[in-house]
């Protein structure tokens, strides 16, 4: 954009009204801007918000659904974007439920060291430990 085609509309905004499935903008001017999800959509106030304030500046009638009918990928190619995220998800569950479950038996070895020291003492462990360092070396 250039300088005199930026819009600032913070300040015109008057009030927002979620109400599921809509979500209505009141401005200033007196006008008001409604998106709604589409059946079988999740409402998501903030894709709403988004999506209202597009409309305001992009026009009604269609007019902002066609830039982002142009520009937005293909729902084939957007549910296939979700499924990699997803997969990166649960790989990134499945690594952290990994550590916690590798802190926790750390854990448990500490305690059980500590019991088998206090059965049969610290030594037991050290000279054990002693001998390791020298076949290491």
Known sequence: FEKDHEMDIRDNIKDVIFNDPAT??????????????QDGELYDPEKGFAMAISKKVLGGRGNYYEVFKKWVPE?????????????????????????????????????????????????AFEKKESEEDKTEE
């Open 24 to 37: 209505i903008i009141l401005w200033k001017d007196g006008s008001k801007t409604v998106v709604k999800s």
């Open 75 to 123: 729902e084939e190619k957007v549910k296939k974007l979700l499924e990699i995220q997803f997969d990166g998800e649960s790989f990134a569950k499945s690594v952290r439920e990994g550590l916690t479950n590798g802190i926790k038996a750390m854990e448990s070895l500490k305690v059980a060291k500590e019991a088998l020291n206090s059965i049969y003492g610290s030594k």
